[in-house]
Nanobody, 115 residues
Framework: QVQLVESGGGLVQPGGSLRLSCIAAGVILSGVTMRWYRQAPGKERELVASISSGGTTNVADFVKGRFTISRDNAKNTVYLQMNNLKPEDTAVYYC?????????WGQGTQATVSS
């Protein structure tokens, strides 16, 4: 059974930083593509960043230059480093993977950017 647990969200002022973590059980993260999505109130869930099993990373244009995705194989954890945060980054952030024909999601972690 795959389980994903996010942490690291919180309240931060504009221009601040947060580092989100997604720790996995039941799957070796270095063997799958991991993704971070976010969903703001009243909006659809959107893809923020991904990291492939080979380590190739991609980030959405709307966060490029501010957000970075990375992976620690020893800790079986994926991170989303978010810098220079803006109020429009306020959302629930979810990690996701797809394995053996199934989608797996964490419970989400809330990031709120406000002064």
């Amino acid at each position: 059974q795959v389980q994903l647990v996010e942490s690291g969200g919180g309240l931060v002022q504009p221009g601040g930083s947060l580092r989100l973590s997604c720790i996995a059980a039941g799957v070796i993260l270095s063997g799958v593509t991991m993704r971070w999505y976010r969903q703001a109130p009243g909006k659809e869930r959107e893809l923020v960043a991904s990291i492939s099993s080979g380590g190739t990373t991609n980030v959405a244009d709307f966060v490029k230059g501010r957000f970075t995705i990375s992976r620690d194989n020893a800790k079986n954890t994926v991170y989303l480093q978010m810098n220079n945060l803006k109020p429009e980054d306020t959302a629930v952030y979810y990690c996701h993977t797809y394995r053996n024909g199934r989608n797996y999601w964490g419970q989400g972690t809330q990031a709120t950017v406000s002064s």
